[in-house]
């Protein structure tokens, strides 16, 4: 395994970027292949917890060795599997982080996706209440897709919204889509949170969320994923 990030770019130049922490997988060749499989397979098996500590150590120890580098960026989005949400070890692992600190914990955020996270909602639901007591933040992945449901809303701390990228790829063009990823918008703000609209691939894209009002954006018209040691 190895890691990628990929930059989250506020559309406010007051800003600094985020990046996403993405999994990486070799072959046996040592040819870069698709994750995927290797996903399914771990929570198949119920090890995705042995991969989320594994890639939450590694992110902590680039933060821990790269302080001025770590200076330009807002933070990281890591990415978490619903069993984590739920695992009391996992739980104790993140508290032993941050109280051997070396790294500012309010440059984490963790992404859950929105189906996970109602599917164990009362689970999620004190899992980032207890994590937030150190300073980190959360953002609902693939919103809009899942269960949709606004209700549930109310009932986690979310700090952010990530809009599935169904909504936004054809989004100059789909005036259905316009409209979903507006009201996404308008919400999140009602609500305080922040938006990040994934995929965008253009700049007519860019141009319609720019103008809906969306927060920050990410996808390869933003900028191709890079080697987490190369940033």
């Not at 191709?224 to 190369?230: A, F, G, R, W």
């Amino acid at each position: 395994m190895f890691l990628r990030a990929q930059r989250i770019q506020p559309l406010l130049d007051t800003e600094l970027p985020f990046y996403e922490i993405l999994l990486g997988v070799k072959d046996d060749h040592g040819k870069t292949t698709s994750p995927e499989p290797f996903i399914l397979a771990a929570e198949k098996y119920k090890k995705n917890v042995i991969v989320d500590t594994w890639v939450v150590s590694q992110v902590i120890d680039w933060m821990r060795y790269n302080p001025d580098n770590l200076k330009k960026l807002s933070g990281f989005n890591v990415n978490l599997s619903g069993h984590s949400l739920s695992d009391n070890q996992f739980m104790e692992f993140l508290e032993q982080q941050f109280r051997q600190g070396g790294f500012p914990a309010s440059k984490i955020c963790f992404e859950i996706t929105e189906t996970a996270a109602v599917l164990n909602i009362n689970y999620t639901a004190d899992f980032m209440r207890e994590m937030k007591r150190s300073g980190c933040y959360f953002a609902l992945d693939d919103f809009g897709t899942g269960f949709s449901s606004y209700a549930y809303l109310q009932k986690l701390p979310v700090d952010f919204l990530k809009i599935d990228g169904v909504f936004v790829r054809d989004i100059n063009e789909n005036m259905t889509n316009y409209a979903m990823v507006k009201s996404i918008s308008e919400l999140s703000r009602f609500l305080g949170m922040a938006t990040i609209a994934e995929c965008v691939e253009d700049q007519a894209g860019l141009d319609a969320l720019n103008e809906i009002g969306v927060e920050y954006v990410q996808g390869f018209h933003i900028e191709k994923p890079l080697l987490l040691t190369d940033l």
